[in-house]
């Protein structure tokens, strides 16, 4: 299978390219760190989301209070904010308008620590899932294919959200290495990836706790043992 982006071969371009390339980072940072969860809540129901459920201001909370066609929006949404910067305003911040594999991986990565650090929120955040899922989407759809397949198995398995959100993480990276070889600049893709699931793990410290001492809510419990989930 081709690259699904232009191999790693940035043309140097002089300061105005510097410029536009930083000038892209931070718009990625800043476009990730847009909380579309918790202002989607507040729009429809009036309430803070970092106030309810988990306290998270990630999409699966958002779904816990809106339901699930608006928390998909949110979802949607918060995807999007790593699909953007990977696939359109990388091209637009590099020469002849190519994005590497490297480049795409750096502005996707921009997207996601906004996700996790928002400035908008004191650098509070969430925990990175979603947003990586659209930057990934937008650099090699099979690794998300691959990593949404392990989600399935694990939510029907453990049925844990938390359970299937690392395990789509370790299979992310997986799928990388896999596929590292097999096009030009894969390996940037592999270790951002790793990185991802370092990321992800430690986001998901206190769920990881839970899962240990027994007490992770589980899809289908009650609305108390759902409610008392820690904030992250």
């Known amino acids: 299978m081709s690259a699904p982006l232009h191999p790693f071969a940035l043309a140097a371009g002089g300061p105005a390219l510097d410029a536009a390339f930083a ?32 306290g998270n201001i990630g999409a699966t909370n958002a779904m816990r209070v809106l339901g699930k066609p ?13 699909f ?29 620590l906004g996700h996790v650090f928002p400035v908008y929120l004191g650098f509070k955040g969430g925990k990175a899932v979603a947003t990586s899922c659209g930057g ?3 650099i090699d759809p099979l690794v998300v294919l691959i990593g949404g397949a392990a989600w399935l198995v694990a939510l029907g398995t453990a049925r844990m959200v938390s359970v299937a959100s690392l395990a789509m993480a370790l299979a992310f990276a997986g799928a990388a290495w896999w596929r590292a070889p097999r096009f030009e600049g894969g390996i940037f893709l592999a270790v951002g990836t790793s990185a991802l699931l370092v990321l992800i793990v430690w986001r998901h410290r206190s769920n990881i706790g839970r ?22």
Do not use: H, Q
């Open 23 to 54: 000038i892209g980072l931070v718009a990625s940072y800043l476009l990730g760190a847009i909380p579309f969860g918790l202002v989607t809540v507040r729009l429809v129901k009036g309430i803070d989301l970092r106030t309810v459920g988990s």
């Open 70 to 82: 608006l928390g998909l929006l949110a979802f949607a949404l918060d995807v999007a904010k790593g």
């Open 84 to 112: 953007v910067p990977a696939a359109v305003i990388a091209p637009w911040c590099t020469a002849a308008g190519d994005a590497s594999i490297a480049t795409a991986v750096l502005f996707a990565a921009a997207a996601v």
């Open 136 to 138: 990934l989407l937008a």
């Open 211 to 232: 899962i240990l001492a027994g007490t992770e809510p589980r899809i289908g419990g009650s609305r108390i043992e759902r409610d008392t989930e820690a904030t992250p």
